[in-house]
């Protein structure tokens, strides 16, 4: 991994585990470090681009409780999507 593209995960963890609100930090920051060294550089705008929104409405789209704009859905959005339901625990 060249120096730009570490520093670059860097910055984008950094923003996905301070998001403003624990749920958001933990399931936003938790994609960012369980999956960001799968993401691709198209995948990486996106998700850059997502962290430029508000914090309720990533949340509200990644769990399914809003609908996604579509400047938004997006391959990153449905790895997202995937990563909260292996996330959440199951209900019984």
Same mark, same amino acid.
């Given at each position: +991994?060249?120096? !730009? ?6 910055? @984008?963890?950094?923003?996905? @585990?301070? $998001? &403003?609100? %624990? ?5 936003? *920051? &938790?994609?960012? $470090?369980?999956? +960001? ?10 998700? !850059? ?8 409405? @990533?949340? *509200?789209?990644?769990? &399914?409780? $809003? ?6 859905d997006?391959?990153? +959005?449905? %790895?997202?999507?995937a ?10």
């Open positions: +991994m060249s120096d !730009e593209t570490e520093k670059r995960h860097k910055r @984008i963890l950094y923003r996905a @585990i301070h $998001r &403003g609100f %624990k749920e958001a930090d933990i399931l936003i *920051g &938790g994609f960012a $470090r369980d999956r +960001m060294d799968t993401l691709n550089e198209a995948e990486l705008d996106a998700f !850059e681009s997502l962290l430029d929104q508000n914090d309720h409405d @990533i949340y *509200g789209w990644v769990l &399914g409780n $809003r609908p996604v704009p579509a400047e938004h997006t391959a990153l +959005m449905r %790895k997202l999507n990563y909260a339901l292996e996330a959440r625990p199951v209900r019984t």
